[in-house]
């Protein structure tokens, strides 16, 4: 009887547990809707897991620092790149923490780290998955927790694009199930009820389900009168002068996405997953559409906008000393968005058009055109053929310092209004260094630390006496692509290095592999701009310094005599391989991060859930390995039936009951044991089997009918010990 009620409250509390991890998580799905977090998945598995340590009732000196340990790897996997055991994030995490309880103390509010707001969000689940367990487990109420939780959704619903018609069914049928089940649990409690066997929760839940689901589908299908009183939101909005497209200042607040216009920079943008095109192609990398070569101060212009016929290439970018890898890519729009324009990889040797479409390109942006009847005209989707370029380190490095005076004049313009302190900024960071391509290596890598952090919300316009570039280098430090590739072809520049701002657009999301061509969609996400740097005799070569971006562009430290490139060369990938790197670059760029680039990939998320599943299974060994142990033993001796087995199988069974915790004592004799074994377990099988036992080793009587005959004692005084 006894086992069947442990049974059956094991099966209380998985449901409780279940559901009520279930209806908590309503208030995370609408976070990546409503706000800029990112990875909302590492909060709703660390909210798994908190759960799944509560229903296994761990001690709380053991679960403490588990979940504690879970907590810090999941702000690793969050923020920090690398392993998890180089202490080096470790030392950040503290310096971090550290400055910003003393922000708290100070109430500077709007000043804390996204690591330590994330810190903060992490011990809110921590404390609220502990009061989910008292109001389950202790008090058996979840009523004021149900009606919060849909007045939460409904005001997310109304004032927010998050739509919630699917979640209030969702959070109406786990409530009222929980309300029903929870009730019944007080009434056995209250009452005294016991239940047979088999018989609940089954006999007594399934009508409560069968009724819930059957109110939940009759009122979601049955007609629904109009709305009595006018919608409130308007209203609301007109009253607090609000307007979509605006933040509290006054200053827009766009769509990510490709814009024209880049004479004015800055500013914030929401996401928008708006699928821009779909490219096949045999190796993936960035899509440009154009450069511009001119710095105003508050963003970037065209020096020429003059257009001229397009002769069946883009503009020159790589010298004939670099090797290039001839490769094809198809583009087919996706119709969302109109572009009288050809998106392409890089330097294009081709473009396959209908005959009655025109390509004309601008010499300076290499921008290309598409018209019809001298009218733009946009292409659903095209073919070309492109080289993919792989850059010596060594040609780099060996670089003269001697521009053409066409590039010198063009590519290192700089507005008057630029402060002084941006050129010596310059200077200090690549104070170390000696030729121009560790230098921009070295700016590039600037931006990685010293306090930039990549964001898109909290995001300043200059005023109109601020520099655009001055502006993000020394006072915010936080922005998106935009500003840290305008400030690294500034700073280049600033040192006499040729430099150009790329507009263009990320790799996109891996679709699907056909043959030697692997399939990527791109959204307005993918968004993106990037710096180019002139080195004679190389050409132009691409730079990535956006936090949480990695550039694509293959670099070797030198070419082997063959005209290939040295074993150091990146390995190429599998589309597949090339998906996980495009999900963790796409992540990274939806998630803001101080201190280390977002790192995030499939592999991570396995890593967790592996750690979940193990800490889980060490759990549930801790809890049951006795009862294995028993069984394992019932299943070895049950076999036997030589005349050895019945001496081996008291003393196992001496040695399960003291691990029982039925101990013998020193003094003890057997049968004097017996006698406590016994009374212990309410059996009188312990003394007919010491006899038994003792008639065999000291008369000298073994004989494998003594086994056979006592074997049904043994086994039943094994399976009355308790687990």
Known sequence: MQQTDQKLDWIYSLLLYGLGFLLFWEWLRPLSVISDTGETEVFILFTAFLFLMSYFQIPFWLSFPIKGVAMIYALHSLFFPGSFFEMMWFDYLLSDLGKNIGLMFDASWGELSNLFRTLLFFILLWLISYLMQYWLIQTRRIFLFLVVTIVYISVIDTFTAYNADVAIIRILIIGFVLLGLLQILRIQEQEGVTFSKGRFPVFWLMPLVVIIAFSSVFGYLAPKAEPQWPDPVPFIKKTTSYEEGSDAKGNGISKIGYDEDDSRLGGPFIEDDTPVFTAKTEERGYYRVETKDVYTGKGWD??????????????????????????????????????????????????????????????????????????????????????????????????????????????????????????????????????????????????????????????????????????????????????????????????????????????????????????????????????????????????????????????????????????????????????????????????????????????????????????????????????????????????????????????????????????????????????????????????????????????????????????????????????
């Open 302 to 723: 065209v020096s020429l906008p003059d257009r001229r016929i397009f002769e069946g290439r883009t503009d020159l970018l790589y010298e004939e000393s670099v090797e290039v890898e001839a490769l094809d890519a198809r583009l087919s729009m996706s119709g969302e968005e109109e572009y009288d324009f050809i998106i392409h990889p890089g330097q294009v040797t081709d473009i396959d058009v209908p005959d009655d479409v025109q390509l004309l390109t601008n010499v300076v942006s290499g921008k290309v055109f598409t018209q019809k009847l001298a009218e733009p005209f946009v292409l659903d989707n095209y073919a070309m053929s492109y080289e993919s370029p792989t850059f010596s380190e060594k040609l780099l490095r060996e670089a003269p310092e001697e521009y053409p005076e066409s590039v010198q004049n063009q590519y290192l313009q700089l507005p008057e209004s630029l402060p002084e302190r941006v050129s010596e900024l310059a200077e200090q960071i690549v104070a170390e260094e000696d030729n121009p391509y560790d230098k921009a290596r070295a700016i590039e890598n600037y931006f990685v630390g010293n306090g930039f952090v990549y964001e898109t919300r909290d995001v300043s316009i200059p005023d109109q006496d601020e520099d655009y570039v001055d502006q993000f280098l020394f006072e915010s430090k936080q922005g998106y692509c935009d500003n840290f590739s305008s400030s690294m072809a500034v700073l280049l520049r600033s040192l006499d290095i040729p430099a150009r701002w790329v507009k263009g657009f990320t790799e996109g999301e891996y679709v699907s592999t056909d043959g030697d061509y692997g399939e990527y969609q791109v959204t307005n996400n993918n968004a993106h701009s990037w710096v180019e740097a002139y080195f004679p005799g190389v050409g132009w070569v691409p730079f990535e310094p956006t936090r949480g971006f990695t550039s694509l562009a293959d670099f070797v430290s030198d070419y082997d005599a063959e005209g290939g490139a040295e074993a150091e060369a990146p390995e190429p990938t599998t589309p597949e391989e090339e998906e996980t790197q495009n999900q963790t670059e796409q992540n990274e760029q939806q998630s803001s991060s101080e201190g280390f680039s977002l790192s995030w990939n499939w592999t991570i998320w396995h890593t967790i859930g592996l750690v979940m599943v193990l800490a889980a299974f060490i759990v549930y060994a801790f809890k049951n390995y006795k009862k294995w142990i028993k069984r394992f033993f019932l299943r070895k001796y049950h076999k036997r039936h030589d005349n050895k087995a019945l001496s081996e199988a008291y003393f196992r069974l001496l040695w399960l009951l003291e691990l029982h915790g039925i101990k013998r004592g020193e003094d003890q004799t057997l049968r004097e044991y017996a006698v406590k074994v016994d009374h212990q377990l309410g059996t009188q099988d312990m003394k007919v089997l010491t006899r038994r036992y003792e008639e065999s080793h000291y008369r000298g009587k073994p004989s494998e009918s003594s086994w056979n005959e006592m074997k049904e004692l043994w086994e039943n005084l094994i399976k009355k010990m308790q687990s």
